[in-house]
């Protein structure tokens, strides 16, 4: 999807579609979430959106989308995973080991999964499959989702404040926004791992 076509949407349909797109994208519908957030912010810089209003509809859409899968993998996962997982290369054992892994590290998985795609979608999955309490989840997805979202956008903001950005590049600057992210968390999840 273009960046002019996501323009378009966000001027026909407002701020709900800033919900839609992060609510569609964090359940596993592909969309391009990092480089919406920073043209977002692109466009709060150029003071074409509002700052609250944005930051709320994406908040709640990368909030909702992650508590609706979560609730999804809790409800359906085990039942579906019994039944067709062996069709898709999981085996009972294989899906003991996994889920004993991710146990030992979902606090880490849901709070830094944002700024990993795949992750990002898999993870509430996983954790509902995995009955990771709810209290838990909520907590570090709430602060994860916070530490992903506003970021992006406030990288946007001043970029778009600074510099005349083309949108049409937006989706390079939030790809590049993207890697240094990754890279700044994994080093600093290496550094706390070595202690």
């Not at 290369?89 to 709070?111: C, D, V």
Request: glycine share 10%; aromatic share 18%; charged share 15%.
């Amino acid at each position: 999807m273009s960046t002019e076509t996501i323009i378009e949407f966000i001027s026909s349909y407002g701020y709900w579609i800033i919900f839609l797109f992060l609510f569609f994208g964090i359940v596993g519908i592909p969309a391009p979430e990092e480089s919406l957030l920073f043209l977002i912010g692109v466009l709060i810089g150029n003071h074409q959106l509002s700052f609250a209003e944005s930051a709320v509809c994406a908040e709640a859409g990368v909030l909702l989308g992650m508590l609706s899968a979560y609730w999804i993998g809790k409800k359906a996962g085990t039942p579906f995973l019994k039944k067709y997982g062996r069709y898709i290369g999981i085996t009972e054992q294989r899906w003991n080991t996994a889920q004993k892994k991710y146990m030992e590290n979902h606090r880490f998985m849901i709070f830094a999964g944002f700024y990993m795609p795949g992750i990002r979608q898999i993870s509430p999955y996983f954790a509902g499959i995995s009955k990771v309490p709810f209290h838990q989840y909520l907590l570090y997805s709430a602060a994860g989702s916070l530490s992903w979202v506003l970021p992006i956008i406030a990288a946007g903001y001043f970029a778009g404040s600074l510099f005349d950005i083309n949108p049409e590049y937006v989706p390079y600057l939030g790809g590049l926004l993207l890697v240094i992210f990754a890279i700044y968390m994994l080093f600093k999840y290496e550094k706390n791992k070595s202690k």
